[in-house]
């Protein structure tokens, strides 16, 4: 059961231009979604998170936000640089629960030089 | 802090052995996870840990899968025994559940590779 699905395996954009990553929960209890970028031989580190209460937080080159009714959340990265490519995984959870977190299969960046 | 650890880095071994996945959690966080990626399935959660008590093993595949948190600061992940569709990428990871913007954010290691032949 994929309660987190991002439906994109991949994406190339060219250095300069913006990068629009997508995903879609299906999961309504979910209200605390974050980003996480994992570079081979290494592991997810965390990127960028929103809480349901907020529609949008920027940090930086990263912008990501979420569409409650869609049950829809994009990350934004503008300009997007060659050290940006990665594989970009979205995660949720509720923040009243156990901390436990369900992610996405990933989409894989490649941002051209 | 070093971070999560995770040994060992790379594991072969052949089908029908067993396989025990160690990982070294942040101290002082309070929740451990357990995670395999799969070019298939992304990153699945296997089974996770509150103040050293499993909460949910409802992503473990098979009885043959089975992990222990003896204590705040180490965990293991046991296939036994191991068949070759279990090769993967294990990760762990570990955050502090309670109040504060650290909540719900998890750090994880980089991971074992399991090449089961």
């Known amino acids: 059961d994929q309660q987190v699905k991002q439906n994109s395996p991949s994406l190339s954009v060219q250095e300069g231009r913006i990068s629009i990553l997508n995903c879609d929960y299906t999961?309504?209890?979910?209200?605390?979604f974050l980003w996480y970028k994992k570079y081979p031989a290494e592991g997810p580190t965390f990127l960028i998170s929103?809480?349901?209460?907020?529609d949008k937080n920027e940090d930086g080159r990263f912008t990501v936000f979420l569409n409650k009714s869609a049950k829809h959340l994009s990350l934004h990265i503008v300009p997007s640089q060659p050290g940006d490519s990665a594989v970009y995984f979205c995660?949720?959870?509720?923040?009243?629960?156990?901390?436990?977190?369900?992610f996405g299969a990933g989409t894989r960046l490649t941002v051209k030089p | 802090d070093a971070g999560v650890i995770q040994s060992p880095r790379h594991e072969v071994t052949e089908m029908g052995q067993e396989v025990t996945l160690r990982c070294k959690p942040i101290s002082g966080h309070n929740s451990l996870f357990w995670y395999r990626q799969t070019m298939m399935r992304g990153l699945e959660l296997l089974i996770y840990f509150n103040n050293n008590v499993p909460i949910d093993d409802s992503g473990m595949p098979e009885d043959r899968f089975s992990a222990k948190m003896p204590n705040a600061s180490f965990s293991t992940l046991k296939i036994q025994p191991s068949e070759p569709r279990d090769s993967a990428v294990y990760f762990c990871a570990s955050g502090a559940s309670g109040e504060g913007g650290a909540k719900n954010i998890q750090y994880f290691g980089a991971g074992t590779r399991l090449s089961v032949l």
């Open positions: 929103i809480s349901s209460i907020k």
């Open positions: 999961n309504s209890m979910f209200d605390y």
């Open positions: 995660a949720a959870s509720a923040l009243g629960g156990n901390n436990d977190m369900r």
